[in-house]
């Protein structure tokens, strides 16, 4: 090993350690939600980076909609077992494998599940039967017809059963409005409506704060809230003025030091890049905001990959002293990104095109966003494993068994992206210019092609809406071929890569 290798090896490892020490592993995802008023073209959006720690396999699936004939007795995991009308939506399912509350979904009626995690100060445990936590977002997707209601499905099982982990805000979005849902570990929960106007950043943790449950247009929650935290010691009056929810219930960082609490530096820099306006760390940062300009995916996409460049919590320099996912400030793009996205969600449009999302699956930095819509027939090959007839039992045994995607891990377009990345990682300012040299232009040409494919989209579907969903189908799938060819180009060329499988 040479002298410059040590080198290398040293700083990457002070690096990581400076990340492990900013965050306690509870500083998982990143989520904003932009109201669709608040938005270029009239779409609700919701843009997430979702963090998760190991080898996990990013596996894309769209599970088609089934009438089971009968009531179902659906296991929730734990003990619990819950039961349906044996109904249930078709789903588009950003799995992460193995894990139990990193999946994301879009579902038929174009309803969007993404969760941040928000540690609580609830230690205790209060449920029944095990309670109810992977579940959750899953019985949400297959029953929700929009996003109140997917408050109302989710309160209910939190209430009934009690929900697992310390803490949570879920993101539940339509082509309409967009709620953000904190639960806390038993049986309390707390949601507010993002205003159509405004945008909400949220990092992980609680970002709602002052609450009106005499306002049912834009809150929802338990009603012995406030009582709650009272009889546990976690707000009184008067010394602690108005009821706060975030400040009540959330767990208090144990660093002193705000920049390194994994939160604020991420939750700082949304509002700042989107409101346009100086934030100081100190500051109480709104549950939402009005942006300086309408919001468009782009910006989003640019935000989901920001490791505060040009900042003075720029850590790295440029990228001249290594990986900017590895340093002593938690980033919004970090080491531990596995997928990415932002879905548009828009009324105007015909159903196959109303729900349309940007998906990276890797981390955004260095990977390309891909375009995709709900209503495409199938999924592009590449884009995952698995059958999409919908099963109980099969689909919650393949989540957490996932020897299936191990085996065939070969086949899916995110090997491939993480072997770049993980290449990139290790020599980051070099493999950056590469990546905005080969993938910049690719993304970019993405997003010209669906400004000009759209309209011829809207043409045929007014004349042939079978033949329309065909191209709709097929535009997708030779966006994931380029894609797959192009990573296949690059790995090529890289000399460490030589002799290696992917």
Known sequence: MTKKSLIVILLLLVAALGAFAATDGSDNCYTVVVGRKASADGSVLVAHNEDDYGDVIVNLRKIGPRDYGAPQKVALGNGAVYETDGKTSGFLWIEAAGQEFADSFINQHG??????????????????EGGVGYMLRRIVAEKAVSARDAVRIASELVERFGYTGSGRTYTFADKSEAWMMAVIKGRHWMAQRVPDDEVAVIPNHYIIHGIDLGDPANFAGSRDIVDYARANGWYAEPGDGPFDFGKAF???????DSVFDGNTLRHWRGLTVLSGKSWDIG??????????RKVTPEALKALLRDHYEGTEYDATDGYRTGTPNHTKYRTICTSTTINAFVVSLNAALPEPISASLWLALGKPDTTIFLPLY?????????????????????????????AEWRAGRDALLQTKVQALQKIAEADYGSMRRMIDRDLGPAEKAFEESRRVFEPEFLSLYLRNKPEARLKLTAWVAAAFKDAGELYDAMLKKLPENSGTQY
């Open 111 to 128: 309803v969007v599940i993404a969760s941040d995690s928000c540690p609580s100060r609830e230690t205790k445990d209060d449920l029944t």
């Open 250 to 256: 959330g767990r208090p960082s144990r660093r002193p």
């Open 283 to 292: 500051d109480a940062y709104p549950f939402s905001f009005k942006p300086a």
């Open 374 to 402: 709900y209503g495409v027939a199938s999924l592009p090959p590449g884009a995952g494993l698995g059958a999409d007839v919908h099963d109980y039992p099969a689909l919650y045994k393949q989540h957490f068994e996932d």
